[in-house]
C-alpha cells in the first residue's frame, strides 16, 4: 500500500491530507517551518489528529519509507529533500495531479502568466448556465483537492493552473484547456523563459486530437506552439480578424469561421474593463462552446459577471478619486494591463517581493497616464532607478502600503485614479495579494469625503 507524504500545511496541504484521509490513504504530513505548532494545527484540522508531523530539517528515515510525496505549490521540486526522495523511489505528485487521480468528471484547465483568475471565474460561470454541477478550483484559491471526492462523472471541473503546479502533474488530461500569454515571471524559479513556456505548454501534454486548446494567436510563442500541439488549437486575437477563431475589434466580440464573422456581443454591455480582460472573454467564450454552451447563455454569464477581487476592482470613489485594487497584478505584464485600462489621470503603487523581474516596459507604458509611483517593499529602489532612467522622476518611496496610499491621496485630483498594482508579489510585507488588496481596500474606505 502507497504512503504518501504531504509537504507543506497552508490551505493546499490540508486539503491533501483530508482527501487521502477519505480515500483510507496511509500519509504523513511535513513542514519546512521549524516553528510549526503541531498541537495547534491539529486542534485546527481534526483530520491530523492521529498523524505523525514533522516540521524543520527534514527527517532522515523518511528517505525510502514513503512512495508518493504531495508537494504544495509553493514548494520547488528543486529543494534538496525532494531530489533525494525522488532518488530513494518516491513519486513527486502534487495538488492537481492527486485530485485528477481521486476525481471524477470533465476538466477545462486555463493557465498563463496573466487573466487566470479573470477566465477560469467567468468560464465557471458560463459553464453553470449549462451543466449542474460545475466546480471552479486551483489557483484561484479553493484546491482542487478539497472538492475532488464530491465529483461524479457529471462534475465539471474549471481549473486556474499555475506554472508551479504543472510542474508535478504527470496524468492529467483536461478535456479543454487555455494558455492565454506567457510573459517573464517566476524565474526565480524557473529561470529562464524557454523552461516557463515548456511549463506552460505542458497543460496539453496528455491531451489527444479531439480535446480542445485555445491559444492567444498574439503571443508569438503559443502561435508556435499551435503548429505541434497534441490536440486541436482554437486561437483568440485582441488585435487581428483571424480567418478562424474567436476576435475583438470595434467594441464588440466575434468568432470567425473561414473568414465570416459573427457578432457575439458587444464589450459595452460587459462589467469588466480593458483589452485584456476582453481577450479573457474570448478565451473563456471558446472554451464554453468547447462544452457545448450555446452562445446565449454564454452572452448572459458574460453580461452578469463582475470583476474577481484584487484584479482592477473598483474599490470606492473619495473626493471624486476613485480607489482600484489591483493587487493580483504580480508582474510587471499584468500591472501593464492595469494601466492600459485606466481611463484617468493615475497615482499608481507598485513594488514588492522581488521575483527577479525587469521593469522597463511597465514604466514604458506609463506615458502621460501616470502622475505619481509610490513604491514599498524590497524592489522599490530597483524600480525607483528603472524609472529614473527612463525619465520618470515623480517617485514616492514608502515604508508601508497606507503610507504610500496617504502619499497619493494628497497629490490625486477630483476625476483622478488611485490604483495599486504592484508589478511584484507580496511576500515580503504580505502573506499573500489577497490580504495586500484587502488592506488596500480598508484603508480607501477610511478617508473622508472631505
Not at 131 to 151: E, F, L, R
Not at 258 to 274: C, Q, R, T
Request: charged residues 25%.
Amino acid at each position: 500500500m502507497d504512503k504518501y507524504l504531504v509537504v507543506g500545511s497552508g490551505v493546499s496541504g490540508i486539503a491533501a491530507c483530508e482527501l487521502l484521509k477519505k480515500e483510507n490513504k496511509s500519509f504523513l504530513l511535513y513542514d519546512e517551518n521549524e516553528k510549526l505548532d503541531a498541537a495547534a494545527l491539529r486542534a485546527k484540522h481534526p483530520v491530523l489528529s492521529e498523524v505523525k508531523i514533522a516540521a524543520g530539517a527534514f527527517p532522515e528515515e523518511l528517505y525510502g519509507a514513503v512512495s508518493v510525496v504531495v508537494l504544495s505549490p509553493g514548494v520547488s521540486v528543486e529543494k534538496e529533500y525532494v531530489r533525494r526522495l525522488k532518488e530513494t523511489g518516491a513519486k513527486i505528485s502534487g495538488e492537481v495531479e492527486l485530485a485528477f487521480c481521486f476525481g471524477k468528471g470533465r476538466v477545462a484547465a486555463i493557465t498563463g502568466t496573466n487573466g487566470k483568475t479573470t477566465t477560469t471565474a467567468l468560464t465557471g460561470e458560463i459553464l453553470k448556465q449549462q451543466y449542474a454541477d460545475v466546480k471552479v478550483v486551483g489557483n484561484i484559491g479553493i484546491p482542487y483537492t478539497s472538492v475532488a471526492w464530491d465529483t461524479t462523472e457529471d462534475t465539471v471541473i474549471v481549473a486556474e493552473i499555475s506554472s508551479f503546479q504543472l510542474e508535478t502533474a504527470e496524468t492529467f488530461a483536461p478535456k479543454a484547456t487555455a494558455i492565454l500569454n506567457i510573459t517573464p515571471d517566476h524565474l526565480d524559479r524557473h529561470h529562464t523563459m524557454d523552461n516557463y513556456i515548456a511549463i506552460k505548454e505542458s497543460i496539453t501534454k496528455n491531451q489527444g486530437k479531439e480535446d480542445i486548446c485555445v491559444l492567444n494567436y498574439e503571443d508569438e510563442a503559443l502561435r508556435q506552439f499551435g503548429e505541434s500541439a497534441p490536440c486541436k488549437v482554437v486561437y483568440f486575437s485582441g488585435a487581428r480578424r483571424l480567418k478562424n477563431g474567436y476576435v475583438y475589434h470595434d467594441g464588440a466580440l466575434y468568432r470567425v469561421s473561414e473568414g465570416m464573422e459573427k457578432h457575439l456581443l458587444d464589450v459595452a454591455e460587459l462589467n469588466i474593463l480593458g483589452l485584456h480582460n476582453y481577450e479573457n472573454a474570448l478565451a473563456a467564450w471558446a472554451l464554453g462552446e468547447a462544452f457545448g454552451v450555446p452562445d446565449e447563455k454564454i452572452a448572459a454569464a458574460m453580461r452578469a459577471f463582475k470583476a474577481v477581487p484584487h484584479r482592477i476592482e473598483f474599490i470606492c470613489e473619495k473626493r471624486g478619486v476613485k480607489f482600484y485594487n489591483d493587487s493580483k497584478g504580480t508582474n510587471p505584464d499584468a500591472a501593464i494591463k492595469a494601466i492600459e485600462a485606466m481611463e484617468r489621470p493615475t497615482h499608481l503603487i507598485g513594488g514588492g517581493y522581488d521575483k527577479h523581474s525587469t521593469y522597463d516596459e511597465w514604466i514604458e507604458s506609463f506615458g502621460d497616464k501616470v502622475k505619481t509611483l509610490a513604491l514599498i517593499g524590497e524592489t522599490k529602489q530597483a524600480i525607483a532607478d528603472t524609472a529614473r532612467a527612463h525619465g520618470f522622476t515623480d517617485i514616492v518611496m514608502c515604508e508601508s502600503l497606507e503610507e504610500a496610499m496617504d502619499a497619493c491621496f494628497a497629490k490625486a485630483n477630483p476625476g483622478e485614479v488611485i490604483l495599486l498594482s504592484p508589478a511584484c508579489a507580496s511576500w515580503d510585507m504580505f502573506p499573500n495579494y489577497e490580504v495586500r488588496g484587502e488592506q488596500f481596500a480598508a484603508h480607501a474606505r477610511e478617508y473622508e469625503e472631505a
